[in-house]
């Protein structure tokens, strides 16, 4: 698991090391030089002779980057640092001269020690060719204290660089961020501004909460975190209104049991039977695509309830689904339903009928000795508008931006499907607050926010935003709530790791159903067993090590 802490967390963690005297920033510069060096000899070859700019703002952001240009130039490369504001880290910048460092100012008052700064002012233009040339780049304008969007002459110059390097067809030069692209928003992963997209972010003590939300996380590139010894506990932050930030990886999903395979004594009910509430004549595709994705994540049964044509269709796909209610221990209802009630046709009519009837079984608000005890569901498309207005953390709602600002405008938040994307924490936080719901909020990244906890998964190829492959993913989360359906309802944070599971478990389906090319939702359904069988192999031996 990736686990990402917010400024203030990482900060409090770092204070004691630096009162009493821990080198961190020279054990975060030798390894952002380690790094750097190893980009530049596969960029072009070897170290010596190779050119790398350093950018660097007013702190100690500049410090590493500064400190690590130095170590660069010793090392036979050729460093250029461009200077961006009235003051730059001091003990940096005088080793990185040292060194053998030229350096370049885009502001006039900046001087170093006998060396006028008239003699190095030079235009944005200008230092944009510098950095054009160089094989790397490093971002060293701003880290743990940035403040908004860029401003100045740091903006004017990360934005010419981005219409530089958007307007160069052949070479421009790899970026290497220094802690977190300058600009984004640290904590809540926000882009209130331009910011330089790096290739690659070298993180320090801690990977930064902003490094894996959206929309900033797909700024930072592959993120490398650097251990500079900093001990910070999940404990002190978990429960916050900024909780660490964790990714699941393939070895959580097994390490954590949330996938296992059955035992030898198993029954399709210790297994969970799933009950799938979707489609209509209009859609009954996402019936189909819904029962696939739970069949096809090891469910013991699938219930399915529907119209009767939509149930052929349903059973021509998959004779295993059966077409009658009972015991069900996680419901999928919504998708292929129309998100507009009142419906205008009967059969719509029924499903919603189904839905608002299965939710107010599944939350408790109604007890049957029929239906049984409360049953985790996930409320996807259609079921969104039906959603009780509380409702407890077992129930999982899917929305995308456009049905989140939806579900939001209908709770009197003034919201749009663009402010979702522009902030996608704070609204899923929001949705959290006014529904009680586990909130899963689909996108490039996918977020899950539960009581006390957050989790950002960034699995699937950009081929799977496509037709029918969040069906897939509903039926996958109904399959692997029903598997842990009464620990789900226990436990008030257990339906969000199951849906940061499901999310990256439907996301390296997508993967193996069609490498690097186009994939249809049908096909990431038919990809589900190898993908599973694939990661029980891979960490079943792990676990039994641990
Ligand atoms: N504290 C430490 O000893 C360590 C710090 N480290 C580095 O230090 C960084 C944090 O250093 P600082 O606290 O000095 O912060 P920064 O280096 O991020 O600089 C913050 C300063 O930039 C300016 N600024 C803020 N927002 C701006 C904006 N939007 N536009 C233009 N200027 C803006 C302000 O003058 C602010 O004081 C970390 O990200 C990391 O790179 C590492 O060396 C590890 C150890
Ligand atoms: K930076």
Known sequence: MIVAYDSRTVRT????????????????????????????????????????????????NAGDALFAGA???????????????ERTHEEGFAAFRAAGGRWMSLVASLSAPDEPAREHGVSVATAVGTVMEADVVLDGLLGLGSSGALRGVTRDLVGALVRARARSEHRSPLVVAVDVPSGIGVDDGSVPGAVLPADVTVTFGAVKAGLLLPPAARLAGRVESIDIGLSLHTADVDGQDRPAVRRLTAQDLVHQRLLAPPG?????????????????????????????GAIRTGTGMVR?????????????????????????????????????????????????????????HATGELSSDVVGDKVPAVVDAGALALLPRACPPWVVITPHAGELAQLLRARGEDVERPDVEA?????????????????????????????????????????????????????????????????????????ARLAAAASLIHGLAAHRANPGGPISALDVADALPGTIAQILRDHASDRRTR
């Open 13 to 60: 963690a770092e204070a004691p090391l630096l009162a009493s005297g821990a080198p961190l920033m020279e054990r975060a510069a030798f390894a952002l030089a380690g790094i750097v060096a190893r980009e530049v000899r596969s960029q072009v070859g070897r170290v010596p002779g190779s050119r790398v700019v350093v950018v660097v703002g007013p702190g100690n």
């Open 71 to 85: 170590r660069l130039a010793r090392a036979g490369v050729q460093v250029t640092a461009v200077l961006t504001s």
């Open 264 to 292: 030898a004594d198993a029954h399709k009910y210790t297994r969970g039977v799933v009950g799938v509430v979707a489609g209509t004549e209009q859609f009954p595709g996402a019936a189909v695509l819904t029962v696939s």
């Open 304 to 360: 399915y309830l529907g119209a009767r044509d939509v149930t052929a269709a349903v059973l021509a796909a998959r004779p295993e689904a059966v077409p009658a209610g009972g015991r069900v221990q996680a419901w999928a209802l919504g998708p292929g339903i129309s998100t507009a009630p009142p419906a205008t046709d009967d059969a719509t009519r029924a499903q919603q009928g189904r839905i608002r009837h299965t939710l107010a």
């Open 423 to 495: 902030e996608p924490l704070r609204w899923a936080q929001r949705a959290r607050e006014l529904t009680g719901a586990t909130v899963l909020l689909k996108g490039e990244v996918t977020l899950v926010v539960g009581p006390g906890c957050v989790y950002s998964q960034a699995d699937g190829p950009a081929w799977l935003a496509t037709a029918g492959a969040g069906d897939v993913l509903t039926g996958v989360l109904a399959s692997l709530l029903a598997a842990h359906s009464s620990a789900a309802v226990k436990e008030p944070a257990l339906p």
